[in-house]
């Protein structure tokens, strides 16, 4: 087997077909599926949703109106008498007509209007929603792969088929009405018709079901390849990639990977295309022989005595417009049980992540804790079950002013241990306690006020070299900048933005014209900045100056000296040297603590911490492993 086709996974194919949609299926299913985006619209829009269906109505009472009218100018022009005296005994009713079909444009276009009021409200509501929960749920949620595959299909298909849900709702609103319009008309000329709309409507009504049926199912088998296909495109066209993708040369790997799920894709849209137009072939066979029996039919009546001239030619017409008014129906009818699917997930997801939110805030934690500690805490990611604990059984304190360190291998557990610390993962076993209080008791935003944390991978705000260290605490109240720049001193980022051509009004984002890039070290003395100012009695830094070089490496950890006077700093670290002088030093394996003291006494040990001590400090004393020339 060649590498490629060990890479290739069999985890994306086509998927096994929807559930058949038939028209019977498509009428039981239709009012939940309404209900979902009719409860959606009452909240975004209700007034204009309410303009839009009354209208509606006013504009299906001016088809059937127009309707009995067009048969009144029939008769008058069908009546014996001279050609002059037909026009002239016509035109009252002519006038009405035309009266009619002015005033269902009238009524249309206000339609329209309003309708063009509700989508983007109910867009803009349900973006607006959709954000809200995800920035709301608890930092856990992130790693169940459910939750975020849920999130991601809200996002990205819920948010746009909700949009084109609310346009077919009223298409379909609209033409139902047109439909009920017809019949009306026609029950009122002769009930007789009745059977003769039928009779001319259902050809047409069975090719647009036949489509409306071959492309719902043709969406249902290609959710699984359309994610791919977007994914891999978006590793091809996207900036972050960009550099390893070509330092691997794996530009034709991506191209081979994306035509193992274009390809299928492609033959199913062609596979789908040939049958909408078998079955649209048909349909004007059939129309056409529908058509021929309409007219037989209406000559029937005619003959038998039934129906006048006059409203067999209003017939005709009935049939014309209901049958194009059932066939919007069919189709606004399929789109919306198609579309309903996302919607559905859309509100399975807010609903799910309000359920995931923290729960009413109870006690505020104390302003300055003056006692962090952990008693026998234990902690599974979720989904994470057969695999072993992140951490178990960890008892630590520090009190304010001690700065504790936490080390230990790759993946041994610092950084869950420390976002434990800070409240964002609540622990599966223990208790994390300020001052002796279990944090799950205290308001969740009061804890996090009380604490600082610059992590491995800070975010790099698309936004201005200011407002990528105010977002620390975006709404702190520093006249004249005076905290910005203390911080942006102490964190060696002062010398960065007095590089910026703009300063500190300088975009960050080469996503925007005008925007520049920054350096990993350069983003990180901003990120260390954003600490600094976000100014909070707990710091937590994860690897802070990784990415440093030496001199602003030293300057930071200058900087986090000062800062650390009555505070309570947890610092991570792999640089050993770094944390020589922290109060007490934990050292993580495999989820544990197994060792834990000064470092002089960790040292004298003779353990894990003494052997990666010696380890780098060897790194420095003897020759560098360097090949010779
Ligand atoms: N989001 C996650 N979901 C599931 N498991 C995770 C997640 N993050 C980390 N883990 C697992 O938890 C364990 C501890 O990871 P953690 O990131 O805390 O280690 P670490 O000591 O900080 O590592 P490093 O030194 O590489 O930063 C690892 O086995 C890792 O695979």
New binding site residues.
């Given amino acids: 087997m060649s590498d490629d086709a060990q890479m290739a996974s069999p985890y994306w194919s086509l998927d096994e077909a929807g559930g058949d949609i038939g028209l019977g299926r498509m009428f039981r299913r239709l009012p939940a599926t309404t209900g979902a985006v009719l409860a959606i619209i009452a909240r975004a829009a209700p007034r204009h949703a309410v303009t839009v269906l009354v209208l509606q109505i006013a504009s299906g009472a001016a088809t059937a109106f127009g309707l009995l009218a067009t048969a009144g100018v029939l008769e008058e022009l069908l009546a014996a008498g001279t050609a002059a005296g037909q026009v002239t005994a016509a035109l009252p009713m002519i006038a009405v007509v035309v009266g009619t079909y002015v005033l269902r444009g009238a009524v249309d276009t206000a339609v329209a209007s309003a309708h063009a009021r509700v989508t983007p409200a109910v867009r803009r509501m349900a973006e607006g929603e959709l954000f809200e929960a995800g920035l709301r749920v608890e930092l856990a949620a992130?790693?169940d792969a459910g939750f975020y595959d849920r999130m991601q299909r809200a996002r990205d298909r819920g948010l746009f088929h909700l949009g084109s849900a609310v346009d077919n709702l009223v298409e379909l609103i609209g033409a139902a009405l047109a439909v009920a319009a017809a019949l009306t008309g026609l029950a009122v000329l002769h009930p007789a018709l009745l059977p003769v709309l039928a009779l001319g409507v259902l050809p047409a009504g069975w090719t647009v079901q036949r489509s409306a049926r071959l492309s719902y199912a043709h969406m249902t088998r290609t959710v699984t390849l359309n994610r791919r296909v977007r994914m891999i495109t978006e590793l091809g066209t996207e900036r972050r990639p960009a550099a390893e993708i070509r330092a691997c040369q794996a530009q034709d790997f991506l191209l081979r990977e994306y035509a193992e799920v274009a390809d299928p894709l492609r033959d199913q849209e062609v596979r789908v295309g040939i049958g909408m137009v078998r079955a649209h072939a048909a349909g004007r066979v059939l129309t056409g022989l529908a058509t021929g029996a309409t007219f037989l039919a209406l000559a029937l009546l005619l003959r038998a005595g039934w129906i006048a001239p006059a409203v067999a030619g209003a017939a005709v017409m009935a049939v014309r417009s209901a049958t194009g008014a059932l066939g919007r129906l069919v189709v606004a009818g399929h789109q919306l049980l198609e579309q309903g699917m996302y919607v559905t997930d859309y509100q399975g997801f807010v609903a799910d992540a309000e359920s995931r939110g923290h729960g009413a805030p109870t006690r505020p934690a104390p302003a300055a804790p003056r006692l962090v500690a952990l008693r026998d805490v234990g902690?599974h990611?979720?989904?994470?079950s057969g695999?072993?604990p992140?951490?178990k059984g960890v008892d630590l304190e520090v009190r304010a002013g001690q700065t504790i360190a936490?080390v230990?291998?790759?993946?041994?557990?610092?950084?869950?241990?420390?976002?434990i610390i800070a409240g964002l993962y609540t622990p599966t076993a223990g208790q994390v306690s300020w001052d002796g209080v279990d944090i799950a008791e205290m308001d969740p935003r009061s804890v996090a006020d009380r604490i600082v944390m610059v992590l491995?991978e800070p975010i790099r705000w698309p936004h201005t070299a200011r407002a990528n260290v105010r977002a620390g605490r975006h709404d702190r109240d520093d006249p004249g900048d005076v905290a910005l720049r203390e911080a942006a001193e102490l964190a060696g980022a002062d010398t960065v933005v007095a590089a910026l051509p703009l300063g500190w009004q300088t975009l960050l984002s080469k996503y925007f014209r005008g925007g520049l890039e920054l350096s990993g070290g350069q983003w990180q003395r901003l990120a260390v900045a954003r600490g600094v100012f976000r100014d909070a009695p707990l710091l937590i830094w994860?690897?802070p100056t990784a990415p440093l070089d030496a001199k602003a490496e030293f300057a930071v950890y200058e900087s986090l000296r000062r800062l650390a006077a009555g505070r309570i700093v947890i610092l991570?670290t792999?640089r050993l040297a770094s944390v020589r002088n922290s109060d007490r030093i934990y050292l993580?394996h495999?989820?544990e603590v197994v060792e834990e003291g000064t470092h002089d006494q960790l040292i004298a040990g003779s353990g894990r911490y003494a052997e990666m001590y010696a380890l780098q400090a060897q790194m420095y004393t003897e020759s560098p492993a360097v090949p010779a020339r």
């Fill in positions: 992130f790693d902690f990611y979720p989904g994470g695999t072993p992140a951490l936490l230990g291998e790759n993946g041994s557990g610092k950084t869950t241990l420390a976002k491995q994860d690897e991570i792999h993580l495999q989820g």
